[in-house]
């Protein structure tokens, strides 16, 4: 007969064909593409399988729900399906597919010993966790935490035009479900940076999420002539936008190493044309720390670039919108949870920070939260060659399972009884 | 009676509203754009009125004929109706507006007195030589001219997917008209620079082009978490294409004002996500110069500085196209020619460089040409509020009026009669 193990296996390595990128581990599956519509499709009949009844939201949240306490609330446990373009095939997928199989476990253990049961089981696929295709990210977990308001999320556009609610439309996976009652949640991630691999450790307890600060700047010039204009009469959008992308990375050596994270990964200019010198160029910024304190010193630094950028290169540059906030601590009862959860396993474990933000950022702030990591070989993310080992995978599947256990049996949840 | 002058600036005023953006002087009329269709249809019915017989080749270059010395060879006077997105009223529909109404001037002539007429008369409007839409710059003349084959350039497609073979169906201007001979060339421009306004010249003898190096940059890093993976870790592609796009503006400095002007028009970023480190980065970046000298030391040093930054940020940079050219002059009978006309005209002149390229830069290799500039207020180009006074495009129809009279009756080409 197969294994827990041995089942799991099988459907990842079926799970990893949706969107598989030829020759490379990775895949292409961004949200409500044609390939995460068919994986959608598929998961439903795997949830079905095992007696799940598949239900969506407005939001096209994929949930997949079985009672066996009638009326009483659900643990729920997920990640999201959706990739980044080219990327690998663990983030977010693990987790989906490791909550599918806790819930299968512990549901044949409850279905055994109904006595055991105190709250029913649900899984997740959260709709674009990623929001490369559709801003923002985490867009399903928001609207289903009253973050982001449904009508907004439906109505934003990717850059062919195509809404949320088209795209959601033409794959089919757009519901009217509504109502759950959640008891608690837990959620569980490849590590996207190298600390659990480099120390050793299997499961990691996750803390608090990174300090940052995220800027979407918007840096005008004026169009002209690029070969035949005189220098001293160009105002260079792109030449602006430039010595911005230089700055926020030269930031990063006035600190201690890991104290700061600069990036800027999307860039738009316009006209973008060979002979016009831009006049518009649009750039997502961040800067990300455990300290909220170098975040600040940082953000100075960058606006002293700024004002220098607006004098010498005579650009004119805006804040557009920003968004900031302080390290975001999880639930402490979650964390020393798992922490035991760990240790019944002989599981090594360690407390870690997350930088990236997941779809239980949003779901800690409305109900008990367990977040969990296993490692990821040299951190790699984002990346078509993202890889974590078989028995990785396992240890976190096996320890997830733990804490659904301990979930459904009431654990983390107060109540007035 | 209708002066011809006030005929000019009235269908000039008419030829303003294609693609005019509201509430500015400019236009937005791409090559084979919707309004670029239009155009061509309303200048069709113009150069007919006026007797031309109006035909189109395979690449969309639209020709209005008048013969008057049956099977003659033609003298070919114009410039190009597209432009840059969001760019002036006067970039090329000048010449070809003044283009045609010196034909429409001369033919009168030529028709109360048929011994002076030498060679026929033909109007052009060159097919796309923006490039902004479909790259190359220059593509209509570059094909008539054999410099560009007619199938790749039919092939060639915008960032939508749409060919110049399809773009040009849709808007009915794809012929097949062939085999035009060419006696002689001219065209009129406005000056993209600001140095005939200062000196107060009103006719600009284009005597050679700036040396010129253009490079198109692959810059190749990984794909990484922007937030997640340890900056030491990461090999980020943006990073090092804005460290070109710095680098390429602090060269400008070490010359002479005026010496070298440099520019990156146009940058595009893969996957280009809020949350990825970018893998791949393609940008345009020229040099430019009146010295090829000062060319051959800016490319030096340019290459210093990408070998650094293999080293420093990691990342792989690779010209995957490059195009140089040292100072490239206009024939120097048809320079002398212009200087004649503008003495006898008693408008002011001089000679002039020109930094951009223009459709005459083709036909010069093949036939006797002539290449004017009339001022451009301020030099602004490229740009929404580009602007040339009405008593220069005057003086300037004059002056073409005055070479296209000279070439229809045999100036500047040498036979064996």
């Known amino acids: 007969m197969q294994t827990p193990e041995d089942a799991f296996l099988s459907d990842w390595s079926i799970h990893s064909r949706f969107g598989a990128v030829e020759d490379t581990g990775g895949v292409d599956r961004q949200a409500a593409s044609e390939p995460d519509g068919e994986q959608r499709k598929w998961f439903a009949q795997l ?42 095939r663990f983030d977010g997928a693990y987790g989906v597919m490791a909550s599918a199989h806790a819930c299968f476990r512990v549901a044949e253990e409850l279905r055994a010993d109904p006595s055991r049961a105190r709250y029913n089981l649900a899984v997740v696929n959260w709709f674009n966790e990623e929001g490369s295709r559709f801003k923002p990210s985490m867009m399903g977990s928001s609207v289903f935490t009253g973050k982001l308001a449904l009508t907004e999320a439906l109505a934003t556009v990717d850059c062919g035009g195509v809404s949320v609610a088209g795209a959601l439309d033409a794959i089919g996976e757009r519901g009217d479900f509504s109502g759950l009652d959640v008891a608690s949640y ?17 499961i990691g307890l996750v803390g608090a999420t990174w300090a940052a600060h995220k800027f979407e700047f918007r840096v005008t010039g004026e169009q002209a002539h690029s070969g035949a204009t005189l220098m001293a ?23 201690e190493p890991g104290m700061l994270h600069t990036a800027c990964g999307e860039l738009n200019v316009y006209p973008n044309s060979p002979v016009v010198v831009a006049s518009e160029v649009q750039l997502l910024l961040d800067l990300r720390s455990p300290s909220a304190e170098v975040i600040r010193e ?5 606006m002293d670039t700024i004002e220098r950028m607006r004098h010498e290169d005579r650009v004119e540059v805006e804040v557009i919108a920003e968004h900031s906030w302080d390290q975001n601590p999880y639930p402490e009862a979650g964390v020393e949870l798992a922490r035991e959860i ?29 977040m969990l990591f296993v490692p990821s070989v040299d951190g790699v993310s984002h990346n078509l060659a993202e890889f974590t080992r078989d ?9 997830l399972t733990g804490v659904v256990r301990c979930l459904a049996a009431g654990a983390l949840v107060q109540t007035d009884e």
């Open 298 to 302: 940082a953000h100075t630094s960058l």
């Open 186 to 202: 837990a959620e569980i991630h490849v590590q996207q940076g190298r600390s659990m691999e480099e120390e050793g450790v299997t």
């Open 342 to 370: 760990a240790e019944d396993l002989g599981l090594t474990h360690a407390r870690v920070l997350t930088v990236a933000g997941h779809d239980s950022t949003n779901m800690k702030d409305e109900v008990p939260t367990v």
């Open 47 to 88: 949830l079905e399988s095992h007696g799940f009844e598949v239900q969506h939201d407005a939001i096209g949240n994929q949930f997949g729900l079985l009672e066996l306490v009638p009326g009483a609330p659900y643990v729920l446990t997920g990640s999201h399906m959706d990739s980044q373009p080219t990327a690998g």
């Open 233 to 255: 009469d160009r105002r260079d959008a792109l030449l602006g936008a430039a010595r911005l992308v230089v700055a926020a990375r030269e930031l990063v050596d006035r600190f």
């Open 391 to 399: 028995e990785d995978l396992l240890a976190g599947l096996a320890h």
